[in-house]
């Protein structure tokens, strides 16, 4: 089992920056691979980035350059810097945690509303 909590969210005005974090418990979180997704009002979940257990990150195209996945292992946290938001941004992020032999844990969740 592994428990996601989510922080960060909040309210930004276009171009503005945050940083979302995804703190877990419960399992040994280095052997995860860790992603955040979003969901926008009336729309499905999208995913956004990953970062895998070695390191490697992949971004979708809507964000990439703009928003950078991290993380601290011996912090058990996985970070999302968020950088020239724009309203299109505006969603509520979720973390996720992976591994092939165990499946998907998701955390409840953080609003992000980018709006002047």
């Known amino acids: 089992q592994v428990q996601l909590v989510e922080s960060g969210g909040g309210l930004v005005q276009p171009g503005g920056s945050l940083r979302l974090s995804c703190l877990a418990s419960g399992s040994i979180f280095s052997l995860y691979a860790m992603g955040w997704y979003r969901q926008a009002p009336g729309k499905q979940r999208e995913w956004v980035a990953r970062i895998g257990s070695g390191g490697s990150t992949n971004y979708a195209d809507s964000v990439k350059g703009r928003f950078t996945i991290s993380r601290d292992n011996p912090k058990n946290t996985v970070y999302l810097q968020m950088n020239s938001l724009k309203p299109e941004d505006t969603a509520v992020y979720y973390c996720?945690?992976?591994?092939?032999?165990?499946?998907?844990?998701w955390g409840q969740g953080t609003q992000v509303t980018v709006s002047s």
């Open positions: 996720n945690a992976h591994r092939v032999q165990v499946g998907d844990y």
